[in-house]
Nanobody, 124 residues
Framework: QLQLVESGGRTVRTGDSLTLSCEAS????????IGWFRRAPGKEREFVAA????????DYGDSVKGRFAITRDNGKKTVNLQMNSLRPGGTAVYYC?????????????????WGQGTQVTVSS
């Protein structure tokens, strides 16, 4: 079983950079794919990024490709989401989640464990 805790959310300006962290507890962390999702006000939850068990494979949602980067450190049981060139559309609660398979990683239904979320607000 995993517990996930996100941190790093705050209010930033358009064009700023911000790094979110997801810290996990549980011995099986390295066996889980970690994904980041976000939910903007009034919208459905959106896939942002995912990292494979080793972190060598990554995937990104179309709206963040080229601006966001996901990295993981299995020794520290953390996954970071580096967000660059933030836009007002990036205002959302950001969640990290864990699942065991790599397929369909952009769908939230297969993720078993979720954090409580961290708020990011991008002001124009």
């Amino acid at each position: 079983q995993l517990q996930l805790v996100e941190s790093g959310g705050r209010t930033v300006r358009t064009g700023d950079s911000l790094t979110l962290s997801c810290e996990a507890s549980g011995r099986a962390f390295r066996y889980y794919v970690i994904g980041w999702f976000r939910r903007a006000p009034g919208k459905e939850r959106e896939f942002v990024a995912a990292a494979s068990w080793s972190g060598e494979s990554t995937d990104y949602g179309d709206s963040v490709k080229g601006r966001f980067a996901i990295t993981r450190d299995n020794g520290k049981k953390t996954v970071n989401l580096q967000m660059n060139s933030l836009r007002p559309g990036g205002t959302a609660v950001y969640y990290c989640a864990a699942r065991q398979g790599w397929g369909d990683r952009d769908g939230d239904s297969a993720y078993e464990y979720w954090g409580q979320g961290t708020q990011v607000t991008v002001s124009s």
